[in-house]
């Protein structure tokens, strides 16, 4: 009998471990699905969305929603003098200038304008813009100017019948980089004509009066 209860106890040890040693590969298993979460955080990582900005040689920018390709000199334009024009009211627009000069002598010069006065700097995206406000078609309109670091260049951006806090707008200034050859990246621009930009990148050009 007292034999009897020995093996009893032994079988019953042997079982205890048995169920021990499963619960520890359980738990190795466990903690080998734990790399799970990290496989999940890169597939999160590689999805993010792929840079949606247009090339417009002398700036990367997306197109502003609700807005078309155009020149500041009419049909048949360039990059260079590329203007944004909505396609619900043609007056108001986004058009660009380069300039030498520095941002406060850009400012002096155009609030010597009756109707330009100045307003505070903003920053909107990689760039700091200092502000003038006037109106067009008695609306408040803006222009900023900003400098371009390492280039010795301004960039001048006139708002018409718009303002930064307009959401196209602000999404638009947002996404906006310019390279270091500023200058002769525009002035390779002023080659490039707006009808050809539109068709190689898939935009649509502004038509007066469509």
């Not at 032994?10 to 080998?32: D, H, I």
């Not at 590689?46 to 002398?58: C, E, G, H, I």
Request: net charge negative; aromatic share 8%.
């Amino acid at each position: 009998m007292k034999i009897s209860k020995k093996l009893l106890a032994m079988c019953v040890a042997a079982l205890t471990l048995s169920m021990a040693l499963m619960g520890c590969n359980s738990g190795t298993s466990s903690s080998g699905g734990g790399s799970a979460p990290t496989g999940a955080a890169e597939q999160k990582e590689s999805s993010k969305p792929a840079d949606d900005r247009v090339d417009f040689t002398w700036f990367k920018a997306s197109v502003p929603e609700g807005y078309d390709i155009w020149s500041d000199t009419g049909d048949g334009g360039f990059v260079g003098s590329i203007c944004f024009k909505n396609v619900e009211e043609s007056d108001k627009s986004i058009s660009f200038d380069v300039e030498s000069d520095d941002a406060e002598t850009l400012v002096a010069d155009e609030t010597d304008s009756d109707g330009y006065t100045a307003g505070e700097d903003i920053t909107i995206g990689k760039y700091t813009w200092k502000t003038v406000n006037f109106t067009w078609n008695d609306t408040p309109s803006v222009e900023l100017i900003a400098e371009i670091p390492d280039t010795g260049q301004s960039v001048v951006i006139y708002l018409f019948m718009t303002t930064p806090d307009d959401p196209a707008v602000k999404a638009f200034l947002e996404s906006l980089e310019f390279p270091e050859n500023l200058e002769e990246a525009h002035n390779e621009a002023k080659n490039i004509s707006i009808a050809d930009l539109c068709k190689e990148n898939g935009l649509t050009e502004y038509k007066p009066g469509k």
